[in-house]
């Protein structure tokens, strides 16, 4: 995955590390931004303490991540394998939850926003793929349920779908 950043923006230094653990000194980023994330941290609290010790003052953290409403009304992956849904409430924090890791964290400005985008989905390999980790967590037969609508739906056209995200903000 680094390997293809460097190769699309040269222009940016790409650093490998943990988000709980950002080498780097203190007051020295503008913005912290995740996407897809924080759902992956074992300690989101040190994660986010780790955000607001690397900001500068007046430095924003904005964390996109799944609503409980959005990953119930996933399309179409709540549509078509209906048992990620469960899965994913139970590895997911609430908006909140992170709200309030946030402003023990010292962030101010707590504010959140949802964005939505529209589109047609034609290319169903990487679901084949199992792309979305979720798909690695349910039952064969159910993976395999969902695959066959997910086929038998594209053939009548292109599948309309809108990809959903929170987005979180704070003000160091
Ligand atoms: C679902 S992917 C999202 C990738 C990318 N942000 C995107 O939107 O396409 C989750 C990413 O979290 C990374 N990750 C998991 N645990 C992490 C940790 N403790 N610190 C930093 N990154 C982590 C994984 O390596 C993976 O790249």
């Not at 940016?12 to 924080?38: C, H, K, M, N, W």
């Not at 964290?105 to 949802?114: C, L, M, Q, S």
């Not at 066959?148 to 594209?154: I, S």
């Amino acid at each position: 995955m680094l390997a293809k950043a460097r190769e699309r923006s040269r222009g940016v230094t790409f650093r490998l590390g943990r988000a709980e653990q950002l080498d780097f000194p203190s007051a020295s980023f503008d913005l912290v931004f995740s996407v897809d994330v924080i759902h992956h941290l074992a300690d989101r609290r040190q994660h986010l303490r780790e955000a607001y010790r690397v900001l500068r003052a007046g430095g924003k953290a904005c964390t996109v991540t799944d609503s409980e409403w959005i990953i119930r009304h996933r399309e179409p992956l709540a549509v078509y394998f209906p048992e990620t849904v469960e899965i994913e409430l139970a590895r997911y924090p609430r908006i909140a939850g992170l709200r309030g890791v946030m402003e023990e964290a010292g962030f101010a400005e707590i504010t959140n926003n949802r964005v939505e985008f529209p589109y047609e989905l034609t290319d169903i390999q990487p679901y084949r793929d199992k792309a979305f980790s979720s798909l690695h967590l349910i039952a064969e037969e159910a993976f395999e349920r969902g695959m066959q609508r997910l086929e038998r739906d594209l053939r009548s056209g292109p599948i309309p779908c809108v990809l959903r995200y929170v987005l979180l903000w704070g003000t160091k």
